[in-house]
């Protein structure tokens, strides 16, 4: 097992600037799901792609999007950045219906 | 939709127990779970309850009372490197749906 990697560890981005996270599954997973957390919050749920497809979404603007590869590695794209879109975000994939295995995240910062 | 509360802060002392308990709103349930987080790390599973009672790995409890929507994470023989962030997280129905998470709690262990 590799594990989940995501990319870049940090990022720092301007205002109405746009930014592109990357995961990488762990070997075998099939569902990719992406997570938003606030400072001293609980992750949020952005979205969740199961082979390929978008099979959830959380309450998140379309400015927010995603996608899924062949082998299972994912991408979180935002456009029109904004201050409040700082935070870690986390991508998890799994198999299992209850174990999700997180990567550690990338975290942004909007200036 | 779903709802989970928590604790959002708990000190104990090294050696001793804790309980951090969850009350979980959800309009359909499959299971709740219990993730570990250290400052600047990713969410760690430690445990899954899709059934009424007492699920034990190691030091790390988790029961689930399905008719109570309560469930709580026990832990045993605190250690310093307990102090961490704990969720609990629900899914509303089988298979891909997302987890939902709660704010966390916030475990200081003390000597």
């Known amino acids: 097992e590799t594990g989940v990697t995501q990319s870049p560890t940090h990022l720092i981005k301007t205002r109405g600037q746009q930014v592109t996270l990357r995961c990488s599954s762990q070997?075998?997973?099939?569902?990719v799901s992406w997570y938003q957390q606030a400072l001293g919050q609980g992750p949020q749920f952005i979205f969740q792609?199961?082979?390929?497809?978008?099979?959830g979404r959380g309450n998140f603007p379309p400015r927010f999007s995603g996608l899924q590869f062949p082998n299972y590695s994912s991408e979180l794209n935002v456009n029109a950045l904004e201050l409040d879109d700082s935070a870690l975000y986390l991508c998890?994939?799994?198999?299992?219906?209850?174990?999700?295995?997180f990567g550690s995240g990338t975290r942004l910062t909007v200036v | 939709g779903q709802s989970l509360e928590q604790p959002s802060e708990v000190t104990a002392v090294e050696g001793a127990i804790v309980q951090i308990n969850c009350t979980y709103q959800?309009?359909?349930?499959?299971?709740l779970s219990w993730y570990q987080q250290h400052d600047g790390g990713a969410p760690t599973f430690l445990s899954y309850?899709?059934?009424?009672g007492l699920e034990e790995t190691g030091r790390f409890s988790s029961f689930l009372s399905r008719s109570d929507s309560y469930g709580y994470l026990l832990l045993q023989e605190l250690q310093m490197k307990d102090s961490a962030s704990y969720f609990c997280?629900?899914?509303?129905?089988?298979?891909?749906?997302?987890?939902?998470f709660g704010k966390g709690t916030r475990l200081s262990v003390i000597a």
């Open positions: 309850n899709a059934l009424d």
């Open positions: 792609y199961y082979r390929e497809e978008e099979n």
């Open positions: 998890a994939s799994s198999l299992e219906p209850y174990g999700y295995t």
């Open positions: 959800t309009s359909g349930f499959y299971g």
């Open positions: 997280a629900v899914r509303d129905d089988s298979g891909n749906t997302p987890l939902v």
């Open positions: 070997s075998g997973h099939n569902t």
